[in-house]
């Protein structure tokens, strides 16, 4: 007797099955599967439920697990990726039950540059619509980040069937557009979390289907999300965030690594707007300035996490804005901003005392000056990052190790101190990770 089978992504089946390399797809948890690493069409199948097949009699024999009852394997099952719950529904009729419950799917987790994605998704999401025709109610999360065969395609079919869900993973998946961001975000009401990094063809986030167009809202509606990362989308540029901010007036946290395109002029709107932003990263936006920190700065004591790091454009003058109007300031990275000088760390220091992490590597204008006066104000400090300070000297480093002694880890790489200073460190902030350069400090 055959059976017939139906796409999914349960297993990876190649014409060549002799190389073989491990994968691993977390489903909540790390686990391993395997995958078959062979250039070619890639087909996943899924079996329907095994059927009942005459069998010679033999000695019944009871397998230990067969004793666990209901509840308890579920709760087994709860810890496989997708595709192994995906295939212990082959095992028997009884395991075939358990796996497609749907308590087990309320997330889904695909990974590998061969998986057709887009087929994976629509069969798994068609599966999942038996009990309720059309619709899946309890899928939440979908993560196919690495998927790089993933389209537009697949991603519709999410946004049509999956109304519940809250959080959406694409992270380099370059053929996703803005037409199926549409789709998604116009039609999943409860979606928190978006992860678009690294998909270049996604300008913006909105309920108008015409990226371009500055519209109202789709029946005065705005969408939800509260996490947006954009890294990488190197076609963002000041249109499309003053749009993001239009339509997501509720983001918290903010992701735009290496956007180069964006400017001052786009922050202007996104302050204005999400005024809830507690996290923003504007790290390796060339053309951000002053200017663009200070309009950062109106986000006053909401921000605690501010990355800037290689603006290049940006000086002390734009560090005292957000100093001055942003005191709750947890963690500042300002890696290879040049223009900051020890007066913008004493500023920032004497205005932000609950500062946890601080990175001014890469500033050659930092010395021991600015360091003492942290050390002074900043008794909680728990990160510092000064590669690459060559100005630095035992003094201030003699100055952290009195006055900051919940210190967890210090980065002096590249910089020239004298290894007294570091075992001064040591001896105060016994907690203390010290990477460094100096062959002479053991």
Not at 349 to 378: F, I, K, M, T
Not at 394 to 410: D, F, N, Y
Request: a positive charge; charged letters at 20%; glycine letters at 6%.
């Amino acid at each position: 007797m055959r059976t017939l089978s139906t796409p999914s992504p349960a297993l990876l089946l190649n014409p060549n099955p002799s190389c073989v390399s491990p994968q691993t797809v977390p489903n909540g948890h790390e686990t391993s599967s395997t995958s078959f690493n062979v250039p070619g069409e890639t087909v996943a199948m899924v079996h329907p439920p095994p059927g009942t097949r005459s069998r010679p009699s033999k000695v019944p024999h009871t397998a230990l697990i067969d004793i666990l009852p209901d509840p308890v394997l579920l709760h087994v099952l709860s810890y496989l990726s997708t595709p192994q719950l995906c295939r212990c529904a082959r095992v028997c009729r009884r395991w075939y039950n358990l796996a497609w419950d749907p308590r087990l799917w309320s997330s889904i987790r695909l990974t590998g540059e061969l998986l057709n994605a887009d087929r994976a998704l629509k069969v798994l999401t068609h599966r999942l619509c038996q009990d309720t025709p059309n619709v899946c109610l309890t899928l939440e999360t979908v993560v196919a980040s690495g998927c790089r065969r993933l389209s537009d395609r697949g991603l519709r079919v999410i946004a049509q069937c999956c109304p519940e869900l809250r959080c959406l993973e694409v992270a380099g998946c370059y053929n996703v557009s803005n037409d199926a961001v549409f789709d998604v975000v116009s039609k999943c009401p409860n979606l928190e979390h978006l992860d678009v990094s690294g998909c270049p063809k996604v300008t913006c986030i909105s309920l108008t289907e015409e990226a371009s167009l500055q519209l109202t809202p789709l029946h005065g509606q705005q969408i939800g999300l509260r996490y947006l990362d954009m890294t990488d989308c190197v076609s963002l540029e000041d249109e499309g965030l003053r749009t993001i901010a239009f339509h997501c007036p509720r983001l918290t946290h903010l992701y735009l690594r290496r956007c180069s395109r964006l400017t001052d002029e786009s922050l202007r709107q996104l302050a204005l707007r999400c005024t809830a932003l507690r996290e923003l990263s504007l790290s390796d936006c060339h053309l951000m300035g002053d200017f663009g920190l200070r309009e950062v700065a109106r986000l006053e004591g909401r921000l605690r996490y501010l990355s800037v790091a290689h603006c290049m454009r940006i000086t002390d003058v734009g560090l005292r804005y957000v100093a001055r109007y942003c005191p709750r300031l947890r963690y500042l990275n300002a890696r290879g901003c040049e223009g900051l000088t020890d007066q913008g760390l004493s500023h920032l220091a004497r205005n932000c005392p609950r500062l946890r992490s601080v990175d001014v590597g890469r500033c050659p204008l930092v010395s021991d000056a600015g360091l003492e006066v942290l050390a002074r104000c900043c008794e909680g400090i728990r990160r510092l990052s000064l590669r690459g300070c060559e100005s630095l000297t035992g003094r201030g480093l003699m100055a952290l190790a009195a006055g900051c002694p919940e210190l967890q880890l210090l980065n002096v790489q590249e910089c020239d101190v004298p290894p007294e200073a570091l075992r001064l460190v040591r001896q105060h902030c016994r907690r203390c990770v010290i990477e460094h350069t100096i062959p002479a400090f053991y």
